[in-house]
Each structure stands twice: as structure tokens, then as C-alpha cells.
């Protein structure tokens, strides 16, 4: 039978043309019910308040660049999205006197626009956020030096090359509302994916890339960063891929309610619990991953029931 087409934009993939009973049973999970879907490589883990939850997600950097060592480099790859963990990772590095010297960090992502990476200027530039919410606020007899920070160029072999030889401990991220980590959108409905998305093979062949947009990714980055002007939204984006992904040792996911809905929060966690991989889910490709943490902020979680506003 052939797939639904997208109630959201009929020229993409994404989650509405999947099968009405995987989204009937996603969205019936409470929170005790999420909870429970943990299994083997893949835990299920909940905050009961903010500072809890973003003081958890500072101690995944603090605690993968504790493991490098000059002989045995690490370092975490992180996103921008959420961002409230960022200035603490810095004041816990500079507050335990914590050389990272030896550690290194890679950006997950960055916008695209006129054949390039944006600038730094750029107003929504990741690389500017990273540098001037973290890394300019440690000490510079602590911070690491600057050809261990990794960022997404345009020229893609610097960045590919750099994944070798470093351990990467956690690959960090949120969830977006198309159901990505970093840009790894679905595709658009054309060519050989008209009329099925790519198999989760194909799709995990995908290395760092350039990445058109799906539209539910432009309105979320307008809402969450541009005060909903849709227009200052480059359509493009580099973004770190599946390959990357899976050299990291663990995925680590965090959810403050902020950049997905209650909706999506639950569907990824029952097709990553149930093993169910489908590119039109992006984030649901994780089923395949060895070790995948799923963080939540309780009081995100939200509900699936109908209200009226």
C-alpha cells in the first residue's frame, strides 16, 4: 500500500505519512509509560526541574573531557538547541580548575546560505553561539586549543577527517519538531524516495553534509531563535550524519519540551523502544545505535489530550 502523503508539506517525508497506529499509540503514552519503555542500549531518564536537567547535560562535557588525555584524546560533540547548559559547562570547568587542553568539541551543525557556511556575524551563527556561551568563557590556561574545536565548514573533508583518531564520548542534541538531531531532516517525495523514504541503510550511509530544510524545521528555528520571522531562516544547513553519529560512543538526547511537542517527545521514544526505523522519522534511525539516552524535564513532557486555546 502506498504511503500517506504529508498533511504538512505533501512534497516531503516526515511523520504524518506513517501508520496511523504507530501515531495512535504514541500519542496515548503517559509519562510513567514513556518511562518504562528504557531497554537494552536504549535508557529513558527524567529530571523533576530545570536546573536539575540542564546541570546533567553540563556534566556530559565536563565528564567526556575528564577521559581525554594527550595519548587517548576525547570530547563530546554538542548541539545549539537547547543552549541554557552551555555558560555552566564553562563555570564548571574554570570552578574545578579542569585543564581540557587535550579534549576537543565538535559543533553539530551550522547554517548555509550563498554556497557557504554563514559567518560568525551571522545573527543566528551556531559557531558564535558555542564560542560565546562555552568557549570564551574558559580560562585560557584551561580551554582547549584551537584547532581541537571543530566546526562545519563548506569545505566538508576538514571536518569529516577530524572524527578520526578522537574518541568522541557522547554526541549531544535536542529533538527537533521535524524529529532530527542536528539537520538530519527527512528528504523530499522525489526521484527514487516518490513513493517510500530512504531505507534506514541508505539513510545511515549519510555522511556531514550540506541539507536542504524540511519547512517544519524553518518555522521551528523562526520560533525558537528569530522571533517567528521566517524570513531570516537560511533553507540550507551543514550538518553532522548518521556516520559521525554512530562513532560516538553514546547519543545523548535532552528534551526540555522547547523544540518538539509532547507529541513527538512520545513518538521517538516508542520507535526507538520498539526498534521501528523510518527515515520520515529521522530521529527514530537511532533504534540502531548501541547506546541512546533519552533526558527528560518532567514538567516538559506535556500531554497529548485536546485543549482548546
Same mark, same amino acid.
Given at each position: 500500500?502506498?504511503?500517506?502523503?504529508?498533511?504538512?508539506?505533501?512534497?516531503?517525508?516526515?511523520?504524518?505519512?506513517?501508520?496511523?497506529?504507530?501515531?495512535?499509540?504514541?500519542?496515548?503514552? %503517559?509519562?510513567?509509560?514513556?518511562?518504562?519503555?528504557?531497554?537494552?542500549?536504549?535508557?529513558?531518564?527524567?529530571?523533576?526541574? &530545570?536546573?536539575?536537567?540542564?546541570?546533567?547535560? *553540563?556534566?556530559?562535557?565536563?565528564?567526556?573531557?575528564?577521559?581525554?588525555?594527550?595519548?587517548?584524546?576525547?570530547?563530546?560533540?554538542?548541539?545549539?538547541?537547547?543552549?541554557?547548559?552551555?555558560?555552566?559547562?564553562?563555570? &564548571?570547568?574554570?570552578?574545578?580548575?579542569?585543564?581540557?587542553?587535550?579534549?576537543?568539541?565538535?559543533?553539530?551543525?551550522?547554517?548555509?546560505?550563498?554556497?557557504?557556511?554563514?559567518?560568525?556575524?551571522?545573527?543566528?551563527?551556531?559557531?558564535? *553561539?558555542?564560542?560565546?556561551?562555552?568557549?570564551?568563557?574558559?580560562?585560557?590556561?584551561?580551554?582547549?586549543?584551537?584547532?581541537?574545536?571543530?566546526?562545519? %565548514?563548506?569545505?566538508?573533508?576538514?571536518?569529516?577527517?577530524?572524527?578520526?583518531?578522537?574518541?568522541?564520548?557522547?554526541?549531544q542534541g535536542g529533538q527537533g519538531e521535524v524529529k532530527h538531531w542536528a539537520f538530519n531532516d527527512p528528504p523530499?517525495?522525489?526521484?527514487?524516495? %516518490?513513493?517510500?523514504?530512504?531505507?534506514?541503510?541508505?539513510?545511515?550511509?549519510?555522511?556531514?553534509?550540506?541539507?536542504?530544510?524540511?519547512?517544519?524545521?524553518?518555522?521551528?528555528?523562526?520560533?525558537?531563535?528569530?522571533?517567528g520571522n521566517v524570513a531570516i531562516v537560511p533553507t540550507q544547513a551543514l550538518s553532522v550524519g548518521p556516520v559521525?553519529?554512530?562513532?560516538?560512543?553514546?547519543?545523548?538526547?535532552?528534551?526540555?519540551?522547547?523544540?518538539?511537542?509532547?507529541?513527538?517527545?512520545?513518538?521517538?521514544?516508542?520507535?526507538?523502544? %520498539?526498534?521501528?526505523?523510518?527515515?520520515?522519522?529521522?530521529?527514530?534511525?537511532?533504534?540502531?545505535?548501541?547506546?541512546?539516552?533519552?533526558?527528560?524535564?518532567?514538567?516538559?513532557?506535556?500531554?497529548? *489530550?485536546?485543549?482548546?486555546?
Open positions: 500500500m502506498a504511503r500517506k502523503l504529508s498533511t504538512i508539506a505533501p512534497d516531503w517525508w516526515d511523520y504524518t505519512t506513517l501508520d496511523d497506529e504507530i501515531v495512535q499509540d504514541a500519542a496515548r503514552l %503517559k509519562p510513567e509509560d514513556m518511562f518504562r519503555l528504557s531497554r537494552p542500549g536504549f535508557r529513558v531518564v527524567f529530571y523533576d526541574t &530545570l536546573e536539575d536537567f540542564y546541570l546533567a547535560e *553540563a556534566l556530559e562535557y565536563v565528564n567526556a573531557w575528564r577521559r581525554s588525555t594527550p595519548d587517548s584524546p576525547a570530547g563530546i560533540c554538542g548541539p545549539i538547541g537547547p543552549t541554557e547548559q552551555l555558560p555552566l559547562v564553562a563555570r &564548571l570547568v574554570n570552578d574545578l580548575d579542569l585543564s581540557v587542553r587535550s579534549a576537543h568539541f565538535w559543533g553539530m551543525d551550522e547554517w548555509y546560505a550563498g554556497g557557504r557556511e554563514v559567518p560568525v556575524t551571522h545573527p543566528l551563527s551556531f559557531e558564535r *553561539a558555542d564560542r560565546e556561551l562555552c568557549f570564551d568563557r574558559i580560562r585560557n590556561d584551561l580551554r582547549m586549543p584551537e584547532e581541537n574545536l571543530h566546526f562545519p %565548514k563548506a569545505e566538508l573533508e576538514t571536518y569529516r577527517r577530524s572524527w578520526d583518531g578522537v574518541r568522541c564520548a557522547v554526541m523530499r517525495r522525489a526521484g527514487r524516495h %516518490k513513493d517510500a523514504p530512504p531505507s534506514p541503510q541508505e539513510y545511515r550511509q549519510l555522511a556531514t553534509r550540506v541539507v536542504e530544510l524540511h519547512p517544519l524545521t524553518l518555522a521551528q528555528n523562526a520560533r525558537t531563535s528569530g522571533g559521525e553519529t554512530w562513532k560516538a560512543e553514546r547519543v545523548s538526547i535532552w528534551h526540555a519540551g522547547n523544540h518538539d511537542n509532547p507529541f513527538g517527545q512520545r513518538l521517538t521514544t516508542l520507535m526507538i523502544s %520498539k526498534r521501528i526505523a523510518d527515515a520520515a522519522v529521522p530521529m527514530s534511525l537511532l533504534a540502531d545505535h548501541p547506546d541512546v539516552q533519552f533526558n527528560f524535564y518532567r514538567g516538559g513532557i506535556g500531554t497529548c *489530550a485536546v485543549e482548546m486555546h
